[in-house]
């Protein structure tokens, strides 16, 4: 075969390759895919102001113990409530919780906004768990302290401490300073073990339990009596703070309703059940008292807010001044106060001596 042969078969290989290369389809791109913009992150939602503190939206809670009727204190301390409202511009919620240490633990749970009107015991407890601050402390009569008292029935034999060893204790609630942690120091300094012990639910009814015979003796709050002419305290510290055992027959209801014995006129828890049991006087007699206690408090929560606090302070002292506070927590039949007074943390340190001595906690309260 020739050279020229070869070359000739071998183009023409070359260009039927070159022609079949041209009717194969051409390779194709993937298509594209397509993409969503970049975007901008999508704000967080924006959490809701909370509402100031009193304005009505979160309203400034106010806590009273349940030492005497629920129902009078509620009514009263609406009325406080409104008159702190009318200085101050701020809204009130007024409350009794069910226990003196239920007071307490709202107090803790709830530093920013309560304030409560709680007695000695509780104070020393509450400032020592979570730091509640006191404010006042009451005056009653003159007095910035008070008094536990001992009743038992008036034909009774028992005439000291002793004779209280295994009889039926009645007494407010484990939280009360003058109706059970004092009377407890007493009896526990004397070496005295009472019998049974019937937590009653406050200072009227432990006088009431005594005066239905339901127990031996009670404990509840003393307050001395004053003179009916002149309004003055009849009593001075280191006397019989009982009513003259020559008034007792004398005593009952006058005609504004007050318990009287001549010239005197009941102070302490007794006068309180005055309108179920007018005789109670005749029914029931002092044992003795206790030394003096520092008086019950108002305190506000640990955070409660310096500029609200001044404001209600301010108020309160006004409104300590006028007729319309008889109504309220100055009503015999509420706690009494007829006045206010600065309080220091430090006038308590000698009630935390006795929680220490006796080992009383803010668990321990209510068993």
């Given at each position: 075969?020739?050279?020229?042969?070869?070359?000739?078969?071998?183009?023409?290989?070359?260009?039927?390759?070159?022609?079949?290369?041209?009717?194969?389809?051409?390779?194709?791109?993937?298509?594209?895919?397509?993409?969503?913009?970049?975007?901008?992150?999508?704000?967080?939602?924006?959490?809701?102001?909370?509402?100031?503190?009193g304005s009505p939206e979160h309203?400034?809670?106010?806590?009273?113990?349940?030492?005497?009727?629920?129902?009078?204190?509620?009514?009263?301390?609406?009325i406080m409530a409104e008159a702190l409202n009318q200085a101050t511009g701020l809204t009130f919620e007024v409350s009794v919780p069910t226990s003196y240490a239920a007071t307490i633990e709202e107090m803790c749970a709830s530093p920013t906004d309560t304030m409560g009107f709680i007695p000695g015991l509780g104070y020393a407890l509450a400032s020592q768990l979570c730091g509640v601050d006191v404010s006042f402390k009451a005056v009653r009569f003159g007095f910035d302290v008070y008094w536990a008292q001992i009743l038992v029935a008036r034909d009774s034999d028992i005439a000291s401490l002793d004779d209280l060893a295994g009889l039926k204790w009645g007494y407010p609630d484990p939280g009360s300073t003058s109706g059970y942690m004092v009377p407890l120091v007493?009896?526990?300094?004397?070496?005295?073990?009472?019998?049974?012990?019937?937590?009653?639910?406050?200072?009227?009814?432990?006088?009431?339990?005594?005066?239905?015979?339901?127990?031996?003796?009670?404990?509840?709050?003393?307050?001395?009596?004053?003179?009916?002419?002149?309004?003055?305290?009849?009593?001075?510290?280191?006397?019989?703070?009982?009513?003259?055992?020559?008034?007792?027959?004398?005593?009952?209801?006058?005609?504004?309703?007050?318990?009287?014995?001549?010239?005197?006129?009941?102070?302490d828890a007794r006068a309180n059940i005055r309108e179920?049991?007018?005789?109670?006087?005749?029914?029931?007699?002092?044992?003795m008292i206790s030394p003096p206690i520092p008086n019950d408090t108002l305190s506000f929560g640990p955070e409660f807010p310096a500029d609200l606090r001044t404001q209600i302070e301010d108020a309160l002292v006004a409104f300590a001044e006028t007729e319309t506070w008889g109504a309220s927590i100055g009503s015999q039949d509420f706690y009494n106060w007829t006045g206010l007074s600065v309080a220091t943390d430090e006038e308590y340190d000698f009630i935390r001596a006795m929680v220490a001595a006796v080992g009383i906690t803010i668990e321990s309260l209510g068993q």
């Open positions: 075969m020739s050279k020229r042969y070869i070359f000739v078969a071998v183009s023409l290989l070359v260009l039927a390759a070159i022609a079949l290369g041209a009717c194969t389809p051409a390779a194709t791109e993937a298509p594209a895919v397509a993409t969503a913009a970049p975007t901008e992150a999508m704000p967080e939602p924006t959490a809701e102001p909370m509402p100031d503190i309203p400034i809670k106010v806590l009273f113990v349940p030492s005497v009727d629920a129902q009078v204190i509620v009514a009263g301390g609406e007493m009896l526990q300094e004397a070496g005295i073990e009472p019998g049974e012990q019937l937590q009653t639910g406050g200072h009227n009814q432990s006088v009431q339990a005594l005066y239905n015979g339901e127990v031996d003796f009670s404990t509840s709050f003393y307050s001395p009596p004053t003179l009916v002419d002149t309004g003055g305290v009849a009593w001075e510290e280191g006397q019989d703070p009982d009513i003259p055992a020559d008034l007792v027959d004398s005593c009952g209801l006058n005609a504004d309703g007050n318990l009287v014995c001549g010239n005197y006129r009941v102070r179920a049991a007018p005789d109670v006087v005749q029914e029931t007699r002092i044992l």
